[in-house]
Each structure stands twice: as structure tokens, then as C-alpha cells.
């Protein structure tokens, strides 16, 4: 009987030692309908952590100007549309596909790819792209951790950092 308690204890104990720490890049979701059309974006949330986020490869920036990303962490972040919508004024058949950036200092480039059940960017392919747009960034109050936001009006929202970039879905 004693050890039978004694396995029970121990087993308990590790238990409670395997309680599971904060995720780094903790999974977000986001869902806005516009007009009739719903928008559904799922995302990981990555923290600047103290770290340069957007910047040159030399200066070491997590994300370097000029090249594809993720936009945001872990999986490639997907965006779904329940109906055909324009995107920055281009037509796109609703659907669910995975959602890029390349960012820039002055413009970034905004890719919609038809894969959206991808790792990160590593198995990204160009070939795959069903759209791409441009937007501004701009200056934005510090934002720790990646978050994306849509308006009943189409408006995507990326801010992290200090930069926002944003563009429109009707």
C-alpha cells in the first residue's frame, strides 16, 4: 500500500511540474464582417521582445527589408473570405489562402498565396501568388506584440512595433 501511495505521489508531482509554460507567439484570430462578407485571419503573435523587428539584413532586423514573410509567427497566417472581394481594388475569389508581406522602408508588398497550409515562409513559392498589392507604412505607437486588426469598413491593420501598415478589402 505504501507504494502504491508512493507512485501515486510521484506521479501527481511530475504533473504539476509539467504545467505548460507561456507560448512565445501565442495564436490569434481575428473575424470582422464586411458588408456581407465575413474576413477571418488566424495569426501567431510574436513579441519585439526588445529586438529590431523591421530593418536592413545587416543591422540583423528580424524581418528584413526585401524579403518574404510570414507576417507574423510559426505557420504562415491565413485570411478567408466567405465571398469574392476586391482587394486595394483587385478582384479575389473568396476562399482561404495565406497571407505575406515583403516590407520595405517606404512600401511593402501584400501577397495573397493560394497555399495557405504552410510553415512560416520556408516553403513559400512566388508561383503560388493569386494576388499582390502595395501599401505605406507608417509611424505607429510601440505595439509588443504582432497584431493584426480588420474595420467593419475592409480596413487590414498590421501593427508591430512602431509601424502600421494597412490595406483594404470591400
Known sequence: ????????????SFGALAQQAPVASPP????????????????????????LVFGTKEAKALVPYGE??????????????????????????????????????????????????????????ASNDVLRVKAKPSEHAMTEKFTIGVSATGQVTLNWDKTSVSFYVK
Open 28 to 51: 490569434a484570430v481575428v473575424t470582422q464582417k464586411v458588408g456581407t462578407t465575413e474576413v477571418l485571419i488566424k495569426y501567431a503573435q510574436p513579441s519585439v521582445k526588445g529586438r
Open 68 to 125: 518574404v514573410w510570414r507576417t507574423g509567427a510559426n505557420e504562415a497566417t491565413t485570411i478567408e473570405f466567405s465571398a469574392d472581394v476586391t482587394l486595394q481594388g483587385k478582384a479575389l475569389a473568396k476562399g482561404v489562402y495565406s497571407l505575406f508581406t515583403i516590407p520595405g522602408e517606404t512600401e511593402w508588398t501584400v501577397i495573397i498565396n493560394k497555399d495557405p497550409k504552410q510553415w512560416g515562409a520556408y516553403t513559400y513559392k
Open 1 to 12: 500500500m505504501k507504494k502504491l501511495a508512493f507512485i501515486l505521489t510521484c506521479l501527481m
